[in-house]
Structures are given as C-alpha cells and as structure tokens.
T-cell receptor, first 115, second 113 residues
Framework: AQSVAQPEDQVNVAEGNPLTVKCTYS??????LFWYVQYPNRGLQFLLK??????LVKGSYGFEAEFNKSQTSFHLKKPSALVSDSALYFC?????????????FGAGTRLFVKA | NAGVTQTPKFQVLKTGQSMTLQCAQD?????MYWYRQDPGMGLRLIYY???????DKGEVPNGYNVSRLNKREFSLRLESAAPSQTSVYFC????????????FGPGTRLTVT
C-alpha cells in the first residue's frame, strides 16, 4: 500500500536557524511528492513538488525539499527559519493506484519557530 | 482569480438536520475533492470527482453524498447530520493531467449538536 509518514508531530527551531521537517514515503513506481503548509484557520497551501529531475526542489517562501530515492525520503528544509514559518506542514504522495486522482497525506508536523 | 471558494464558512446543525456545502473553482481544473480534517487525524478524503460527470468514494464516505454539478462546482451533502460529522471540511481541486498539486478552499467549520 502507498503511504506517507511524518515521524515528528512537532519541530521546534529558533529563528534564523535552519529547519528540517521529515517525510518518508512508500509507493509503487515513480513517486510524485508534495509539501503543503496550513496556517491557522486556513486551507492547505501548496509549497513545492517533486515529479522528476533534480533531487533538490525549490518552492515558495524560501523552502526547498530534497528527494532521496534510496532512503525513500522527501525532507522539507529552509536555511533560515522565520517566526512566520510557524504552521502545520503536510507531506503528500500521489496515489498511482487510482490513476493519480487521489493524494495521500501524512499526519502533519507542527513547526514552531521561536523568536 | 478567486481560486477555490467554499460556502458557508461556519455552520451549526442539530442532529438529524441536513445541509449542503458548496464548492467552486475558477482554475478550469478537471478534478475536485472533499476532505475532512479532525484533530490528530490529518486529512481524510470523503469523495472525489476525477472529472466532470464522475464521482468516487474516498476513505470516509459514509453519511455523505456529492454532486459534480459542472466542471466548476462540487457540492457535499449531509442528509442526516450526526455529532461524529463535527469537523472542518475542505474542498480542493487539481489539474491531474499536467501539474497534480491540489488547491484548497478556506474550509467550512461544521458543528453538529
């Protein structure tokens, strides 16, 4: 079965420090991977995706993610965290079994950036 | 572009009442989705519509019905609301032919008493 795991419920980081939010996946075939962010009382917003190509993907708000096929990981990173980055982050994978029409979301990781 | 819009933003229902949540997108996307989000449960797919004229069950379809009215609009109906349906409901859309990422509406916070 295809799945996504976010092993940390919460990540705490000081403003200005680098941040990493972890994600591992299990899929058949080539993975289509996504990161979304959710601010309080808002819907999810798309941050970035990996479909093919360079393993380092750049997205919105200075975020990037590194695709690692051998470790089946797609960790979200940012070189210097901002307080405004505090939010709930979801990793997701496209479900190829349903023809790609569904997306499987991880449980989410809450990021706290302290000033 | 408004993106994905949902109405209403908030709703309180009594057990047994019915209601329809409305969703519309103006991005010409072919696929649309309804999710519910509960604390500690992440996002769970209720129903989806791969393209206009088709709908399919997701992970938690019981107690819900959907209608893909046209390419823009995808509604979710609760026929007889139950307290277990208290949740935040999100509609989303995507272009599953080329870009795949989903775009979400602002959500509807539903309380069933």
């Amino acid at each position: 079965a295809q799945s996504v795991a976010q092993p940390e419920d919460q990540v705490n980081v000081a403003e200005g420090n680098p941040l990493t939010v972890k994600c591992t996946y299990s899929v058949s075939g080539n993975p289509y991977l996504f990161w979304y962010v959710q601010y309080p009382n808002r819907g999810l917003q798309f941050l970035l995706k990996y479909i093919t190509g360079d393993n380092l993907v750049k997205g919105s708000y200075g975020f990037e993610a590194e695709f690692n096929k051998s470790q089946t990981s797609f960790h979200l990173k940012k070189p210097s965290a901002l307080v405004s980055d505090s939010a709930l982050y979801f990793c997701a994978v496209r479900d190829s079994y349903t023809g790609g029409f569904k997306t499987i979301f991880g449980a989410g990781t809450r990021l706290f950036v302290k000033a | 572009n408004a993106g994905v819009t949902q109405t209403p933003k908030f709703q309180v229902l009594k057990t047994g009442q019915s209601m329809t949540l409305q969703c519309a997108q103006d991005m010409n996307h072919n696929s649309m989705y309804w999710y519910r989000q509960d604390p500690g449960m992440g996002l769970r797919l209720i129903y989806y519509s791969a393209s206009e004229g088709t709908t399919d069950k997701g992970e938690v379809p019981n107690g819900y019905n959907v209608s893909r009215l046209n390419k823009r609009e995808f509604s979710l109906r609760l026929e007889s609301a139950a307290p277990s349906q208290t949740s935040v409901y999100f509609c989303a859309s995507s272009d599953n032919l080329s870009s795949y990422e989903q775009y979400f509406g602002p959500g509807t916070r539903l309380t069933v008493t």
